[in-house]
């Protein structure tokens, strides 16, 4: 049972991008999610250690040729701590993040459901949560092979948003569509789907109900970036 359930459930995960109904249909009649969820994890742990080098060495590009000037006999003290520091960042977001991502979704569908569907299983909405952020586990492995090939004098500018179609500059538009990623988008897209299948209602205003919220938080987001900056509210 474990094997044959573990390997359905894969495959279930793996379904969602080419048929997102029928398999949502049935993550939501069996919403196990434990393995996918542990999987997941596991990857964005090992990408974390992967990058983590290189990260650090951006650190440390950082605090040499930053704005911010470190005293000599200070140097190789800032280079350690920072140096630490990045890599437990690093590893930790790596773990934690997701999770905090499932639980986010699933808790906005089960607002979603409280309101304008029958009584639906919190678990059924995390099953789902974890099997729509198939897209995003991809837009991180496609993000870490880019930090890895860029020198670190270019880290900054790695991007898989929209922004990237820009040169980097300090505006509302620019830091408005760093957070227009495709990736996420599609995952919304099968956050909606799978949403409203295990409500039982129709797909176009869960899915717009997510949307609405991503927009509100991405505008809002690069409002309060603008209105920090320095000579921002000018």
């Given at each position: 049972m474990?094997?044959?359930g573990g390997?359905?459930?894969t ?7 080419t048929g997102p109904?029928?398999?949502f249909?049935e ?7 434990l393995?996918l969820?542990?999987?997941?994890t596991g990857?964005n ?17 950082m ?5 911010a000037?470190?005293p000599p ?8 701590f920072?140096?630490i ?14 999770w ?11 607002v ?9 299983s919190f ?17 991180g492995?496609?993000?870490a092979?880019l930090?890895?090939?860029v020198?670190?004098?270019n880290?900054?500018?790695?991007s ?5 179609l ?6 509302f538009?620019y830091?408005?569509?760093?957070k227009?990623?495709?990736?996420t988008?599609?995952?919304l ?7 409203a ?18 927009l ?5 987001v ?6 920090n ?6």
């Amino acid at each position: 049972m474990s094997e044959n359930g573990g390997a359905r459930s894969t495959w279930r995960f793996l379904q969602v991008l080419t048929g997102p109904g029928k398999a949502f249909a049935e993550i939501a009649a069996e919403p196990a999610f434990l393995k996918l969820a542990l999987v997941i994890t596991g990857v964005n742990l090992l990408l974390g250690i992967v990058i983590v080098p290189k990260i650090q060495a951006f650190i440390v590009w950082m605090v040499k040729h930053g704005p911010a000037t470190v005293p000599p006999e200070k140097m190789e003290q800032v280079l350690a701590f920072a140096s630490i520091g990045a890599a437990v960042g690093s590893i930790a977001g790596a773990v934690v993040v997701p999770w905090l991502i499932w639980l986010l979704v699933a808790c906005v569908l089960k607002v979603y459901a409280m309101f304008s569907a029958k009584e639906t299983s919190f678990k059924a909405l995390f099953a789902v949560a974890v099997c729509g952020y198939l897209p995003m586990l991809v837009g991180g492995i496609i993000y870490a092979f880019l930090i890895l090939s860029v020198p670190v004098e270019n880290f900054q500018n790695v991007s898989l948003s929209l922004a990237a179609l820009l040169p980097p500059q300090k505006g509302f538009l620019y830091f408005f569509l760093t957070k227009c990623s495709p990736f996420t988008w599609w995952s919304l897209i099968l956050w909606g789907i799978g949403g409203a299948t295990a409500m039982g209602v129709r797909p176009a205003g869960v899915t717009t109900y997510l949307f609405g919220l991503w927009l509100a938080q991405a505008l809002a987001v690069a409002a309060l970036t603008v209105w920090n900056m320095p000579g921002g509210v000018a």
